[in-house]
């Protein structure tokens, strides 16, 4: 069965750029099955905003004067994160801040 659509239409790539490509991304994500929860999803909100702060590099000192908390809180708060993270330091905690994150396609 022949379609009605012109040729150059039947084979059209959509891009970013089109009016349709927000309404495409949302179905696609609609259809794909969900991922498994974030590890992060363990934290407090609080929690992760301490982890972001850390991802940057700050000490316990400078993200607690951030938060306006005492570096003692955010070093608890650090050994919290590790703990429910199950990591051991800084390093393996994910210097870019995005332990356990999937990025969802670009909208």
């Known amino acids: 069965m022949r379609s009605s659509c ?3 239409a039947r ?3 959509l891009l970013e750029s089109e009016p ?5 991304i949302e179905a ?3 259809f794909l099955p969900a991922g498994p929860p974030s590890r992060l999803d363990i934290l407090t909100a609080r929690e992760n905003e301490v982890l972001e702060l850390l ?3 700050l000490d316990n000192e400078a993200i607690a004067k951030q938060l306006g908390s005492s570096p003692k809180t955010v070093r608890n708060q650090v050994s919290t994160i590790f703990s429910k993270l199950e990591v051991k330091s800084r390093v393996t905690s994910g210097h870019d801040g995005t332990v356990g994150r999937c990025p969802p396609f670009p909208q």
């Open 6 to 8: 012109p040729s150059k």
């Open 28 to 30: 696609l994500n609609d």
């Open 20 to 24: 349709a490509w927000r309404q495409f």
């Open 55 to 57: 991802a940057r590099g």
């Open 11 to 13: 084979n059209h790539v």
